[in-house]
């Protein structure tokens, strides 16, 4: 199995940048895929990106598509996630999730085995 570490969380104005980190020890990080997802508080979890087996390039929601990044370093194991033009609906705990088997829903929750303690993100209006 895989363990995961986000890092990065914090406070920040509207508009404002951060950069979070996931990182992955334990079996072969290139065996799986790796996602954000992030939830408010008496909100569902929700999907914000994922990697997958079938695209070259990362699956965005489209509430956060053209101002979230994600980037992977396996030599690190570790995938960061480049927040900017950053809103207070984005206020949430972010997760990174990991599986190690196809699936064409990439955007449910339960379809990861793995997932990391959470960074808490505040962003102020």
């Known amino acids: 199995q895989v363990q995961l570490v986000e890092s990065g969380g914090g406070l920040v104005q509207a508009g404002g940048s951060l950069r979070l980190s996931c990182a992955a020890s334990?079996?072969?990080?290139?065996?799986?895929?790796i996602s954000w997802f992030r939830q408010a508080p008496g909100k569902e979890r929700e999907f914000v990106v994922a990697?997958?087996?079938?695209?070259?390039?990362?699956l965005y929601a489209d509430s956060v598509k053209d101002r979230f990044t994600l980037s992977r370093d396996n030599a690190k194991n570790t995938v960061y996630l480049q927040m900017n033009s950053l809103k207070p609906e984005d206020t949430a705990v972010y997760y990174c999730?990991?599986?190690?088997?196809?699936?064409?829903?990439?955007?449910?929750?339960?379809?990861?085995?793995?997932w990391g303690q959470g960074t808490q993100v505040t962003v102020s209006s």
């Open positions: 990697t997958t087996w079938t695209t070259s390039s990362p």
């Open positions: 999730a990991a599986r190690s088997s196809y699936t064409s829903d990439y955007q449910r929750a339960a379809n990861y085995a793995y």
């Open positions: 334990g079996r072969t990080f290139s065996n799986y895929r």
